[in-house]
């Protein structure tokens, strides 16, 4: 059976939520694939000593700050990560090539960023044969190196062509960029059942009658939700605060002229974004497709605070019509009345296919890969065989992919 190893973090959702999602549809079409969730940090740090000296995780911290909105000054911060990385790159490679060398797996999977090029190094020395691929998780590849590294055997799955064509100018090889139809979204998003909008709206303790938003900060939460259902105050509002519990406390204690409710983590989000007639949230590309899929123009923000990564998604939001950016919950108000006449958000039909199904595409991709890199040290096999006192002319490099990103 073919053994696929699927490398993410805790550092925000985005990144398990995808690995899970695939692995969900990978089990779904009954792949002969054996699917491995590995975690960077154990890899890394197999025996926790990080966690033992300092009482919690490296993601724990950045997660804290999501929740508490401490998120200004990252562009910095992840210059210094990024330099870091380069000087540990060494003693990185070691560690998780030991990790693969008691198990190699046929394919690696990353869906994390920064750390492409130690993945890709210690994926060569413990398992040469299996191809590298990375699947972003991000709209755009911003800064530069965040997810693209030229000069190493990477495939690149992108969501976007804006991506796509970052991949080309870094120099991969147009066989090596693959271009899906968007962002990777959990299944749960696609056949989904009917559902009574206003009696649902009625158990959450809301008027049927009213428009309504949901408030979606991914599985953490953000303090700024409190200063949101604020500035709000009129407007009726599903408030869902994931993991953070105090949050999910200040927010049922909040005096507001309209109703709200107040949701904490659930595995169906799907369901309370389809009671809901326009998105607030911050512009992370999960959610943000998550609301495009699902027909609900956005309302995000696009200031000091805005991480580096997601810069592009403003961009992206605008360019797609989709939605509107402000600095700072004061302009909601206004905004929202002009969201809410102009923009228009297709969603997706409920009688045929929806515009997005990264997720069922990426495995054909995966596929795709393996299948290629086979046929190539197959063929290196048989022209080493036909020919044996010349040099193998099989590429060293696995795997190359067959899909034309122009697609």
């Known amino acids: 059976m073919t053994t696929i190893d699927f490398v993410f973090f805790n550092a925000g959702g985005g990144h398990r939520a995808a690995a899970l999602a695939l692995q969900e549809v990978i089990a779904q079409q009954r792949r002969p694939w054996r699917v491995r969730l590995v975690n960077l940090v154990d890899m890394v740090d197999p025996r926790a000593r990080f966690q033992r000296s300092l009482g919690f995780q490296p993601e724990d911290f950045y997660n804290l700050r999501l ?69 972003m998780t991000d709209i755009a590849d911003l800064p530069p190196h965040f997810w693209i590294e030229p000069g190493i055997a990477q495939h690149v799955v992108c969501g976007s062509g804006h991506a796509a064509a970052q991949a080309r100018r870094a120099g991969l090889p147009p066989d090596r960029v693959w271009l899906t139809s968007g962002m990777v979204l959990r299944p749960s998003f696609y056949a989904l059942p009917p559902i009574d909008r206003l009696a649902a709206r009625r158990s959450l303790g809301l008027d049927p009658s009213r428009p309504t938003g949901v408030v979606l900060f991914g599985g953490h939460g953000s303090a700024q939700m409190l200063d949101i259902a604020r500035a709000l105050d009129d407007v009726q509002l599903v408030l869902m605060c994931g993991h953070n519990e105090r949050l999910a406390v200040a927010l049922r204690s909040l005096q507001r002229s309209a109703a709200h409710a107040v949701v904490g983590f659930t595995a169906d989000v799907p369901h309370y974004l389809r009671l809901a007639d326009f998105f607030v949230g911050k512009p992370g590309p999960g959610s943000l497709s998550e609301a495009a899929h699902l027909g609900l123009p956005a309302l995000t923000f696009d200031n000091a605070a805005t991480m580096p990564q997601e810069r592009y998604n403003l961009q992206w939001l605008r360019g797609e019509g989709l939605g509107q950016a402000v600095r700072h919950p004061g302009e909601l108000r206004s905004a929202l009345r002009e969201l809410l006449h102009q923009v228009a958000v297709p969603g997706p039909d409920p009688t045929g296919q929806p515009a997005n199904r990264a997720v069922f595409e990426i495995p054909e991709i995966l596929a795709d890969v393996m299948t290629v890199a086979q046929a190539r040290r197959a063929g290196g096999r048989a022209r080493a065989a036909a020919v044996p006192s010349a040099p193998s002319a099989c590429d060293p490099r696995p795997g190359l992919g067959a899909l034309d990103a122009s697609r």
């Open 67 to 135: 929740a508490r909105g401490w998120t200004a000054g990252l562009a910095w911060e992840l210059k210094l990560l990024q330099g870091a990385i380069r000087l540990g790159h060494r003693w990185m490679v070691q560690r998780i090539s030991r990790h693969w060398e008691a198990s190699p797996p046929d394919l690696i999977v990353s869906l994390v960023p920064n750390f492409n090029r130690v993945l890709h190094d210690a994926g060569r020395r413990a398992a040469p044969r299996a191809p590298f691929v990375t699947v």
